[in-house]
């Protein structure tokens, strides 16, 4: 079983909304802290939100507002539900533990937000 699966990415115009999903193994989701991160072209891979095992939420300040981040525990799916997207949106969104794994990024989703 592939570790962690993301999907759901697009294009999108400004203002649109997306909702992400990231499969993960019922080892990792049960065990870590989960996390979205992106990675727009040209540039370093940054961090957009997290969800703890008891559900709390934390977000960088360039989404807050705008991105939600939720889990679904029997589906060992995490979601990023994206709303109002910018331009600056647009890059490939990748789920991870924010610490304490070692593996490898999954494959990521592709986010465009253009007219």
């Known amino acids: 079983q592939v570790p962690l699966v993301e999907s759901g990415g697009g294009l999108v115009q400004p203002g649109g909304s997306l909702r992400l999903s990231c499969a993960a193994s019922?080892?990792?989701?049960?065990?870590?802290?989960m996390a979205w991160y992106r990675q727009a072209p040209g540039k370093q891979r940054n961090w957009v939100a997290s969800?703890?095992?008891?559900?709390?939420?934390t977000y960088a300040d360039s989404v807050k507002g705008r991105f939600s981040i939720s889990t679904d525990n029997a589906k060992n799916t995490v979601y990023l539900q994206m709303n109002s997207l910018k331009p600056e949106d647009t890059a490939v969104y990748y789920c991870?533990?924010?610490?304490?794994?070692?593996?490898?990024w999954g494959q990521g989703t592709q986010v465009t937000v253009s007219s």
């Open positions: 969800i703890t095992k008891y559900g709390f939420t």
């Open positions: 991870r533990p924010p610490s304490g794994y070692t593996g490898s």
């Open positions: 019922r080892s990792i989701f049960s065990a870590y802290t």
